[in-house]
């Protein structure tokens, strides 16, 4: 009865290749959201999905292509793994509706990405 | 844009004595404003939220934060710090009016807080 998981957990690869981390919720939520969070902790949020549209796209490099087949799936593709890429992703989902703050956002547990 | 800074990276207490984190933030509107809890190697945990409704708000696991607008503050406490406590904390506020009406939360840097026997 997972809220939000996260496949892989953890990710080893080699810089230059192409890698996708899957995320699935079964909140019923609309908005699905993916994170990154560096070797210091500092947490930053990279991506949204609303209903399978992208509303919030932070300064990220294009090697990096979220992809919502549905409303509870957001994968994220990063093609070109370079060693910055490094960290733990998150992806989370929430019950936002436009206009609303208020709800909180649930977390999946983190995947976390080596790439040497 | 919003931001909240916190003002202590590591918080050390001993088990039994309060638990006090540190949270300022930056808002030109009345914010909403959250409290995650990160334990080692996991996902993270909402511990309370605050949206403009009571200032006292309380959170799971005995934690409360209270809303101080005079003090642009949001600071976490808990009467008596539990081994289990130890963790990262991170203090959020939600940048709603300057991310298209839809709910981008910004985190602070986290305080890590260690709990002694």
């Known amino acids: 009865d997972t809220a939000v998981s996260q496949t892989p957990k953890y990710l080893v690869t080699q810089m230059g290749n192409d890698k996708s981390i899957k995320c699935e919720q079964n909140?019923?939520?609309?908005?699905m959201y993916w994170y990154k969070q560096d070797s210091k902790k500092f947490l930053k949020i990279m991506f949204s999905?609303?209903?399978?549209?992208?509303?919030i796209n932070e300064t990220v490099p294009n090697r990096f292509s979220p992809k919502s087949p549905d409303k509870a799936h957001l994968n994220l593709h990063i093609n070109s793994l370079e060693l910055g890429d490094s960290a733990v992703y998150f992806c989370?989902?929430?019950?936002?509706?436009?206009?609303?703050?208020?709800?909180?956002?649930?977390f999946g547990p983190g995947t976390r990405l080596t790439v040497t | 844009a919003q931001s909240v800074t916190q003002l202590d990276s590591h918080v050390s207490v001993s088990e039994g004595t309060p638990v006090l984190l540190r949270c300022n933030y930056s808002?030109?509107?009345?914010?909403?404003l959250f409290w995650y809890v990160q334990h080692p190697n996991k996902g993270l945990q909402l511990l309370l939220k605050?949206?403009?409704?009571?200032?006292l708000v309380k959170g799971i696991n005995g934690f409360e934060a209270e809303f101080k607008k005079s003090e642009t503050s949001f600071h976490l406490t808990k009467p008596s710090a539990h081994m289990s406590d130890a963790a990262e904390y991170f203090c959020?506020?939600?940048?709603?009016?300057?991310?298209?009406?839809?709910?981008?939360?910004?985190f602070g840097a986290g305080t890590r807080l260690a709990v002694h026997p």
């Open positions: 989370a989902s929430s019950q936002d509706e436009k206009g609303e703050n208020s709800y909180e956002q649930y």
């Open positions: 909140l019923g939520h609309d908005t």
């Open positions: 999905y609303n209903n399978k549209e992208l509303i």
């Open positions: 808002s030109s509107y009345s914010p909403s």
């Open positions: 605050y949206t403009s409704a009571a200032t």
């Open positions: 959020v506020v939600s940048d709603l009016p300057f991310s298209g009406g839809y709910n981008k939360l910004i």
